[in-house]
């Protein structure tokens, strides 16, 4: 079964701060690719980062960041210089080659940023 | 370029009433998704379109569940009778390649009481 877990329901993180939201997910495929995606109370599913698997580099995008460990099947995101709009859902997801190019997304985790 | 259209907004019906929701992919976009995103989880896949040929619908409950995607673009899915279970977001996705992900639609809110 495709799997992707955050462990973590909810965080808050202080205005200008930095905060690390966790994820894992199975897969014993080599080639996919991760993604983290941002809702916000309008719904509407912003792509946030994306990670190709057979690239060591960790993606970088502004203040959003990944560590991608493959060997433990970890990807978190880290948010530097939190500002409000960044409070909003976030989804950790993958897409697996081998199973159709389908997006498998985790249960997500609520980010409050406190000013 | 225009993002993926989703409508009704919102959506209140009563159980065992049915119900349609309509979509328009980014064009261009040969592959359509519907997910369903029940409060407090992520959304889950309900079928995916390649133009207009199905190609994953294993997770749709074909008992009261339909879709189509008519000459390739537009799309709509229906619940035909509704549950309360059913209440939920249902989003819309579309990509040219999905290796950079998708881009999604603002969704349709639905309640069922």
């Known amino acids: 079964a495709q799997t992707v877990t955050q462990s973590q329901p909810e965080m808050s993180v202080q205005e200008a701060e930095t905060v690390t939201l966790s994820c894992t997910y199975d897969t014993s495929e080599s080639d996919y690719y991760l993604f983290w995606y941002k809702q916000p109370p309008s719904r509407q599913m912003i792509l946030v980062i994306r990670q190709e698997a057979y690239k060591q580099q960790n993606a970088t995008e502004n203040r959003f960041s990944v560590n991608f460990q493959k060997a433990a099947k970890s990807f978190s995101l880290k948010i530097s210089d939190s500002q409000l709009g960044d409070a909003a859902m976030y989804f950790c997801a993958y897409i697996i080659m081998e199973y159709g190019n389908k997006l498998v997304f985790g249960a997500g985790t609520i980010l409050r940023v406190k000013s | ?113």
Request: glycine content about 8%; hydrophobic content about 35%.
């Open chain 2, 1 to 113: 370029e225009a993002g993926v259209a989703q409508s009704p907004r919102y959506k209140i019906i009563e159980k065992r009433q049915s119900v349609a929701f309509w979509c328009n992919p980014i064009s261009g976009h040969a592959t359509l998704y519907w997910y369903q995103q029940i409060l407090g989880q992520g959304p889950k896949l309900l079928i995916q379109f390649q133009n207009n040929g199905v190609v994953d619908d294993s997770q749709l409950p074909k008992d009261r569940f339909s879709a189509e995607r008519l000459k390739g673009v537009d799309s709509t899915l229906k619940i035909q009778p509704a549950k309360l279970e059913d209440s939920a977001v249902y989003l819309c996705a579309s990509s040219i390649d999905s290796n950079y992900g998708y881009t999604f639609g603002s969704g349709t809110r639905l309640t069922v009481v």
